[in-house]
């Protein structure tokens, strides 16, 4: 247990995503007292759509006391099936069933606003976390030695926030950033990656009375439809009421919008038109959405930055590593950063601003090769999965035949066992906690 001024730390948090719940949790568990967690919306609100519940989600989740209550509704997925899209003809197929017994957790999905939930009912039952909601921040004053920012209320004035530790989980458009990276010269830009991605949430009873359509909301497995340049992901949550279908295609209806805009209303008849060579049984999903309902995210990322730290204050999450779809990890990964960062404060050696920057830089060392590794592998995966005709697409699809014999890589990576033993076999906490000491003292 961290020394008692150690615990009398005064933390602040900008976001309560993921990243931002995960690091006000993980303190608090840790016997932080003074949490203080600003968000700019009203409630969290957690737009609806699946989200997958990989094995290092999990551990850490339980560690924390979150597992229980999302394990209860979601899917544990016994294997995923890559199929081509314009014939539904399966590719490859890989049995998901060792997962558990290799890695002490499942793999499971379920939906995003019960994951959120459950971390947020972890915090509030902690005494420590304290919400300022409809409450955004902006203008740093200072990065440290005591940090500061000014709190903006939707309704009242403006008010000085000063801590002992700041946490930026400000997601991809973080301003705390883009005013940290100004401070040291760095110019990292968001990337457009040139595509857009549909979330489609279908309910069971619009499914119930089309047997091929049943039979997917009914069975443990994710199915990946793949085409030139686009794919389509699904699987059942929410104790299988719930089919969750996210695509990604082509961004055409962003290319010319104010560079602010990650969301828009999509077209049905454009959403229908995209996927128009796909098979029948993928058609008839995508036509059940209600005609209003279409809703097109727009899908950036951030080059990959110097520095997370400066001074006592650090980033988090999407602020610092926003990741693509393609691995299902950038959720994870958020949580990974805070409970990294409460595991390296909490060994704290004295309360000194020093001392705080250089566990901040433990914290960024233990993260950050991880972190932008699974960047990249997402969107390696990506770019196999949506590859047109020619000698890359027949290599491909050689290497999904190979994989029903049993042999060799998964071209989707985030199905291959070796991508999942990087992934899922790393304990964060267990490593921050093993290596502090160490590179603590050759900071």
């Known amino acids: 247990m961290a020394p008692k001024d150690v615990l009398d730390l005064h933390i602040c948090i900008i976001g309560a995503g993921m990243g931002g719940l995960a690091t006000a949790l993980a303190l608090a568990k840790q016997g932080f007292r003074h949490i203080d967690v600003y968000e700019s919306a009203s409630t969290l609100g957690f737009v609806g759509a699946g989200i997958q519940l990989a094995p290092n989600m999990a551990r850490i989740l339980d560690k924390l006391g ?36 290799t890695y002490n957790y499942p793999h499971m999905v379920g939906h995003r606003s019960s994951l959120a939930g459950s971390i947020y009912d972890g915090c ?12 955004s921040a902006s203008e740093m004053k200072s990065f440290g030695p005591r940090p500061s ?13 000063e801590c002992d530790v700041l946490f930026a989980a400000d997601g991809v458009k973080s301003v705390i950033r883009d005013q940290m990276l100004r401070m040291k010269n760095v110019d990292a830009k968001i990337v457009d990656t040139g595509q857009a991605a549909y979330r489609i949430m279908l309910r ?24 030139e340049k686009r794919h389509i992901i699904a699987y059942p949550v929410s104790n299988k009421q719930i089919y969750n279908m996210s695509t990604v295609q082509p961004d055409r209806n962003f290319a010319a919008a104010p560079s602010a805009t990650y969301t828009t209303k ?19 999903m995508l036509d059940l959405v209600p005609d209003g309902e279409v809703c097109e995210w727009k899908l950036r990322v951030h080059e990959p930055l110097p520095f997370w730290v400066y001074d006592q204050t650090a980033l988090v999450g999407d602020a610092c590593h926003p990741t693509l779809p393609h691995l299902a990890q950038g959720a994870a990964q958020a949580i990974e950063d805070g409970a990294v960062i409460a595991v390296v404060l909490s060994k704290l050696p004295e309360v000194t601003p020093e001392a705080i920057n250089k566990a901040l830089q433990v914290y960024e060392k233990v993260r950050m090769a991880r972190a932008y590794a699974l960047v990249e592998l997402a969107a390696a995966s990506g770019r196999a999965m949506h590859l047109g005709e020619g000698a890359a697409k027949e290599e491909r699809d050689r290497q999904f035949a190979a994989l029903k014999e049993g042999k060799g890589p998964v071209p989707d990576k985030w199905a291959d066992a070796d991508v999942q033993k990087m992934i899922y076999g790393q304990d964060v906490m267990q490593i921050a906690n093993d290596e502090f000491e160490t590179i603590y003292a050759k900071l």
Request: charged share 35%; proline share 6%.
């Open 124 to 135: 509030k039952r902690e005494k420590a976390v304290n919400f300022f909601f409809a409450t």
């Open 66 to 101: 979150a597992w229980s209550d999302i394990e209860r509704e979601a899917v544990d997925l016994r294997d995923t099936s890559i199929r081509q899209g314009s014939t539904d003809q399966e590719l490859g197929h890989v049995d998901l069933n060792y997962i558990r017994s």
């Open 149 to 161: 920012f000014s709190a903006i209320p939707r309704k009242g004035e403006p008010y000085p926030v």
């Open 204 to 227: 069971r009873e619009d499914m119930q009375n089309d047997p091929e359509l049943l039979e997917l909301i009914d069975k443990n497995s994710v199915t990946r439809w793949i085409g």
């Open 266 to 284: 999509g077209s049905k008849p454009q959403m229908m038109e995209v996927f128009g060579d796909f098979c029948p049984k993928v058609k008839r």
